[in-house]
């Protein structure tokens, strides 16, 4: 049997790592609550621990620190939870670089991320990619030798994104059923951010369809969410909330996820998030729930 997720973190641990970042960086409060867009006094009582850090807060600190999600609330990137972790070459990546060349580098991937999204990875230069984070050419080479690499950070940051928010979101939601339908929320391409996170992963597909030396990567990438999803599942099917089997369908689901986020995206008439979310719905109350009395209430999943 499957060991259970840990139990949810103290607010005085995740307070302790979060000031531990700051005096390893040399943030002053301030500054900090600026860069993750929080209330300084909010902060304030949350280093306390007078005040838990929402999700989307710890999603925008681990997005400024480098670090995961996973090791703010449980002091390690692999600890277990109800998502799975990165592994292979899609894995988080520690550095010992000083925190100016980390700062340097986390800008020039945000603003790299944010052209390849919006514009096409064959439109995006090198200059491009200067000019919006105001640096030179020369520092972007340093840290991304080729744009071909700027393309697959890119893609492990799409990685991170999901990992942090699905760890953020998901690890106090018992109840495997509105797990799954949370996690396919947060797979919608609804919203700036995660239309985004789609153009990234339309065009890996697209390059990864004619260039095998980036099959590793995208496999890698993907199947995190691949597991992510069949973990879901097939804790619902050993808690009887889901049909027996029922990790078995994590391939189909996730292919209609994909199929149906390419018709958004592709702005295919009658295809929109409201239309994809009630399409998701209908197959996991078909194919996935175990019978009476196992369907979850839609009011308690928005």
């Not at 499957?2 to 002053?28: C, K, M, Q, Y």
């Not at 109840?175 to 789609?198: A, K, M, N, S, T």
Request: proline share 6%; net charge neutral; aromatic share 6%.
């Amino acid at each position: 049997m499957t060991a259970p997720p840990p139990a949810p973190p103290g607010d005085d641990a995740v307070a302790a790592r979060v000031r531990e970042l700051l005096d390893r960086d040399g943030w002053t409060q301030r500054r900090f609550a600026a860069a993750i867009g929080l209330d300084e006094t909010k902060l304030s009582k949350s280093l306390a621990g007078r005040r838990r850090f929402a999700a989307g807060e710890l999603v925008a600190i681990a997005d400024v620190t480098g670090e995961t999600v996973n090791r703010l609330l449980h002091g390690r990137d692999d600890a277990r939870t109800h998502t799975a972790v990165p592994g292979g070459s899609a894995a988080p990546r520690s550095t010992a670089a000083p925190q100016g060349s980390r700062e340097t580098r986390r800008r020039i991937l945000e603003a790299a991320w944010v052209l390849i999204a919006d514009r096409g990875y064959h439109r995006v230069r090198t200059s491009d990619v200067a000019r919006a984070c105001g640096t030179s050419p020369a520092t972007i080479h340093y840290h991304f030798p080729s744009r071909s690499a700027l393309l697959d950070e890119a893609l492990r940051h799409n990685v991170k994104l999901a990992f942090d928010r699905q760890v953020a979101e998901l690890g106090e939601i018992a109840d495997p059923h509105v797990r799954l339908l949370r996690l396919i929320d947060l797979q919608l391409p609804e919203g700036e951010l995660l239309r985004r996170e789609w153009s990234i992963w339309i065009q890996v597909w697209a390059e990864s369809a004619i260039d095998p030396t980036r099959r590793g990567l995208y496999w890698d990438s993907y199947d995190r969410w691949y597991r992510s999803v069949a973990m879901t599942l097939a804790d619902g099917a050993r808690t009887g909330v889901f049909v027996p089997g029922a990790e078995a369908l994590a391939r189909p689901l996730t292919a209609l996820v994909d199929g149906l986020g390419i018709q958004v995206m592709a702005g295919t008439p009658g295809a929109a998030c409201a239309e994809m979310r009630a399409v998701l719905h209908d197959y996991i109350d078909r194919a996935v729930l175990g019978g009476p009395g196992t369907t979850t209430d839609r009011t308690e999943t928005g």
